[in-house]
């Protein structure tokens, strides 16, 4: 087998044990996920619904990273499975409440829930949904004992209110019409919007769990942030060249929002003073009388500055930086298919449709 071959391999290799612990974890997080949002009254308008978005599916990611963490730093299975299905609840608050933020048609192949039901109902659901996250949490105190419970609850309250503020700043930028924005402002917003939720703390939180909080958590902090940008950066570029079955979410939805990926913030930067005052214009013009000749003349121009290649380089590079990381941070763990899974997430997240 030739080296390229054998590397090719190697990354399918990585990306398939992802998907496998992924589907598997996912699953048994789902199980959790129904135990505590089983329906009561009022059903209708509330507690039918709240299940919805879970049962739509979903790489259940978090989730699964906490509790593959957890059990790569020796806990049992079922230490883990409470916290995950929280953290499972929370990212499907943050969905209903984000799809009404950017007032988008479709999430995971469906119509969002303010679609289906109006803005009222759903922005209700999500708080729903996001209560029930504590739920949950109750549990580890006599799971995990009192104290650790704790950490674990003040963990989640600051993963909360950080991604929070990452979302502020995002739609900061599309109120003020933000155009003169760098690489480095774009990853600061991604590191509280996107990283804190999606890698460091779902880690963060099994790794205490794992070792029953004897762990530095701080120092993996690098190679999770490596990890979490890769997988923002890969999502954006799926938002424009993904396929629509497998990303089920609207193909150039970001464009239409006018939200500031890493592909928009280059073109910005690399556009003429005309270009610039004509994306401006497009950009500052709600999505609801946005013209669709607009949408693909920012595309166009994406393409014509060659965006999206860009784009890809900073998150091969970032992916690149996590396997390194990876490699030496989690050296100190015995080997393990959670071990695995967890050096595998950069490839995986560069190789995701």
């Known amino acids: 087998m030739t080296p390229r071959a054998s590397s090719v391999s190697s990354a399918a290799s990585a990306s398939g044990l992802v998907?496998?612990?992924?589907?598997?974890?996912?699953?048994?997080?789902?199980?959790?996920?129904?135990?505590?949002?089983?329906?009561?009254?009022?059903?209708?308008?509330?507690?039918?619904?709240?299940?919805?978005?879970?049962?739509?599916?979903?790489?259940?990611?978090?989730?699964?990273?906490?509790?593959?963490?957890?059990?790569?730093?020796?806990?049992?299975?079922?230490?883990a499975i409470h916290t995950a299905a929280a953290l499972e609840i929370l990212h499907n608050a943050f969905l209903v409440h984000d799809d009404v933020e950017d007032d988008s048609d479709e999430r995971r192949g469906h119509p969002t829930i303010h679609v289906l039901y109006g803005v009222p109902i759903a922005v209700n659901v999500g708080d729903a949904l996001?209560?029930?996250?504590?739920?949950?949490?109750?549990?580890?105190?006599?799971l995990l004992g009192p104290d650790l419970a704790f950490r674990i609850l003040e963990e989640v309250e600051t993963m909360a209110r950080q991604s929070i503020e990452g979302q502020a700043i995002e739609l900061g930028w599309r109120?003020?019409?933000?155009?003169?924005?760098?690489?480095?402002?774009?990853?600061?917003?991604?590191?509280?919007?996107?990283?804190?939720?999606?890698t460091i703390y779902p880690f963060r939180i099994g790794a205490l769990i794992g070792t029953h909080g004897r762990v530095d958590v701080d120092a993996f902090t690098r190679f999770l942030f490596f990890v979490g940008a890769a997988f923002q950066i890969q999502d954006d570029l799926l938002n424009l060249i993904g396929d629509k079955g497998a990303y089920g979410k609207e193909i150039a939805g970001d464009l239409w929002e006018g939200k500031r990926s890493l592909v928009l913030i280059r073109m910005l930067q690399l556009a003429s003073l005309e270009e610039r005052s004509r994306a401006r214009d497009v950009l500052a013009t709600p999505r609801q009388h946005k013209r669709a000749e607009d949408v693909a003349w920012l595309r166009a121009r994406i393409d014509a500055y060659g965006c999206i290649d860009y784009a890809q380089r900073i998150a091969h590079g970032l992916a690149g930086a996590a396997l390194h990381e990876g490699e030496r941070l989690l050296s100190i763990l015995p080997d393990s298919r959670d071990k695995r899974f967890l050096q595998a997430l950069p490839v995986w997240m560069l190789e995701r449709a």
């Open 19 to 79: 998907r496998e612990v992924l589907s598997e974890y996912g699953a048994l997080a789902l199980d959790a996920v129904r135990e505590h949002l089983a329906s009561r009254e009022p059903r209708r308008h509330l507690y039918d619904l709240v299940t919805d978005y879970p049962e739509r599916g979903g790489r259940a990611l978090r989730a699964s990273l906490c509790m593959a963490t957890a059990r790569a730093f020796g806990a049992q299975q079922h230490d």
């Open 175 to 198: 109120r003020d019409n933000a155009i003169a924005l760098t690489d480095e402002d774009y990853l600061h917003m991604v590191l509280k919007k996107t990283c804190v939720y999606t």
């Open 130 to 142: 996001a209560l029930s996250s504590l739920r949950p949490l109750f549990v580890n105190r006599f």
